[in-house]
């Protein structure tokens, strides 16, 4: 397993190309099982998820093929609708194929996630939202077995806001008879994305990007030609990195709109960001002082922010509360930051951070995607040697994270496990 070695405390400068987004290319992967003829997703990160996606589709009989930036897609008349245990346990966005399969091939079999490491994170909104258009389904051996003649239209209020849920429906419904109505919908720019595809695709989608989506359903729809939007997750980690080594960072191709709750909450702890023509850019005073910060759904702060940030409240002036409302258990990294010297207390859901003057490096163990790029964000600053063990969390949804960060001045290096 490659790990990867930083020696912290050298401030961050210079410009960093902000990726294609992964939570946008995934279901835009899925969306291509709606349409006969080649699919072609452009700006796409080079990921192990994106690859995982690949393999996934590939084992249900699309022809696939990844060249640089573009992965083309073609699902044709006759799929083999199965979504194996052995690749949706490795990534739950697997899930997404479920609406694409049972409105287009009529039956869909896709493993359940399981459990993992952030929470719980059930499939049931999910299924209660296809079950409302008509889709029959079982729960058998621990995989959802899903048919369908043919979708229908339906109201479909879901209980808690849900991204997956909300895009599995979405593109379900793209293909049923009738209307459907998604209330309290999530309303993440990758799902307005997501609709925006499908609109390309001939769908007929309103209001995605609001708490209320209107979906017409329609007879069929065309393969698409698209590119996604940048990754405001990965933006956010850089900004975090830029501020918590008290850097100057241009974050190139970030898009400030989907980052407002994100920026705000930096600017409070006294951070400077400033739109730019490539982008933003980020500077960070001395020292911060400390936010409290609270996450909830679009267009509040998001929780795949929320370790990042408590890298940086580590080291703000004063005591900052986190909040998790999301997930019920995304706080893996505080442990290992507290391996890194920092001060933070977790009493359920709510984490106090007492900030100090520095961090010490130390070996520290990824858990998750977002935990493991709290642990870099740290790690940069720390005094010290920083070494993050399990990267491929990090590889999961991060492209070429330390080549990036190399171009940004930072001492890092990944060191392969055959290298030990
Ligand atoms: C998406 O996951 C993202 N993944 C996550 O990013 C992100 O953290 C999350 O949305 C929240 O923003 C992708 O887009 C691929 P949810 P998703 O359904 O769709 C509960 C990252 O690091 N829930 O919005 O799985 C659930 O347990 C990842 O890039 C149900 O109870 O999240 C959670 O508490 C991690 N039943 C809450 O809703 C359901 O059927 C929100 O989950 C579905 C969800």
Redesign the pocket.
Known sequence: MDRLVIRGGVPLQGEVRISGS???V??AMAAALLAPGESRVRNVPNLM?VRTMVRLLEHMGVVASIEGDVVRLDAGPAANPEAPYELVKT???S??VLGPLLARYKRARVSLPGG?A???????????GLQAMGAEIDLMQGYVEARADKLHGATIA??????????NVLMAATLAAGTTVIENA?A?P?VEELARLLNRMGARVRGAGTRRIVIEGVGELSPFDHAVIPDR?EAGTFLAAAVATRGDVVLVGAALEHLEAVVRKFREMGAIVDPVASGLRVRAPQRLEAVDVSTA??PGF???MQAQIMACLALARGRGLVTET???N?YMHVFELVRLGADIAVDGRVAMVRGGEALDGAPVMAT???ASASLVVAGLAARGTTEVRRVYHID??YERIENKLLGLGARIERVHADGE
Request: glycine share 8%.
């Open positions: 992964k939570n946008a995934l279901p998820d990534m739950r966005a899930f997404f993992c952030i929470g719980a994170r059930p499939v049931n909104l999910h299924l209660v879901f209980d808690q806001v849900t991204v997956g849920g909300t895009e999530a993440e990758e997750i759904p679009y998001p929780t795949d999301i997930f019920e995304r998750d995607l977002r999961r949804g």
